[in-house]
């Protein structure tokens, strides 16, 4: 199959197209045959080795690990899927190595659900990482009805989608974001209000009684969240390990198939939408990155396989 691979840390220049078995289909896995699969910043930061003491790494390794496809192949006692079936995936595995930048990917059925027929390929393709850690972080921490929830990089892809489904569990949202994204957010259904100094005596004035939940995407901003946050609040990020010593919680997502079932749902529902920015070949996954590594995309950037 063709596939990008590298076979040594470095930047996109270890980048190559290369032919490489098909993977094996072990039991509880399908095969899934790649239409499309989503860029994100963990990419090219494993690529780069600046993961290296948190994950395992196996060379070459195939980077990616959001792929929306169909199934090709079932492994033993995979019965939940079928040949054909259209699914979507967060296809991280406990080592890296087989990614989702390829003609196939096998897949653990318990990460793996199916595709939603509202998305496009491409918006299902940006759905899984980014959206099953905006509905981790926002369960565990048990959003609700009754919250105020306050989202740093609001307008961003993991952020968009947490706006999103903050508002899907009842909840108000505040949004931070650049000024230019402001008009976004308000479609989105968050109240937006400019990142930088003065950024929590906005939020004061939107909520005088403080916020009951605050979600960090982008970290660096703990002193914000501490200053806004009411007595009782919780409080998570993605990016900042300093929270585990103000009561907060650090987080990673998991690839959970029944939580990106409940994303499909939303999203056929009509409550949850996917921003695609732009969409390259497979091989040009090496422009991709770099875009990426610019952080100024407003959407998802897709492989098309």
Request: charged share 20%.
């Amino acid at each position: 199959m063709r596939a990008m691979a590298y076979h040594t840390y470095g930047g996109t220049e270890v980048l190559a197209e290369t032919r490489l078995p098909l993977p094996k289909v072990g039991p509880g896995e399908v095969l899934v045959r790649v239409r499309r699969a989503a860029v994100n910043p963990v990419d090219w930061k494993i690529m780069s080795g600046g993961l290296d003491a948190l994950m395992d790494v196996v060379h070459p390794v195939v980077p990616g690990w959001d792929v929306a496809g169909t199934v090709e192949r079932v492994g033993i006692d995979a019965p939940e899927f079928a040949e054909g079936d259209e699914v979507i995936a967060y296809a991280r595995k406990d080592y890296v190595h087989g990614g989702t930048f390829a003609e196939f990917v096998s897949v653990p059925v318990r990460a793996v659900a199916r595709k939603p027929a509202s998305l496009d390929w491409d918006q299902a393709a940006g759905l899984p990482l980014a959206g099953l850690t905006a509905y981790q972080l926002l369960t565990r921490l048990g959003t609700g009805k009754d919250d105020t929830v306050l989202v740093h990089g609001a307008a961003g892809g993991v952020g968009s989608l947490g706006v999103q489904i903050a508002r899907a569990l009842g909840a108000r949202v505040i949004g931070t974001a650049s000024p230019r994204n402001h008009d976004r957010l308000r479609e989105l259904g968050a109240e937006p209000v400019a990142y930088g100094d003065g950024l929590a005596d906005r939020v004061r004035a939107l909520a005088p009684d403080g916020v009951s939940v605050v979600a960090d995407f982008v970290g660096g901003v703990l002193d914000v969240t501490r200053a806004v946050l009411r007595e009782g609040g919780r409080h998570a990020s993605i990016a900042d390990p300093g929270v585990l010593g103000a009561g907060g919680q650090w987080m990673w997502v998991r690839p959970v198939g029944s939580d990106l079932a409940e994303l499909g749902r939303l999203a056929d529902a009509g409550l949850l939408t996917v921003p695609v920015a732009t969409t390259f070949p497979l091989a040009r996954l090496a422009e991709a990155f770099e875009l990426s590594r610019t952080g100024h995309t407003a959407g998802k950037i897709i492989i098309e396989v």
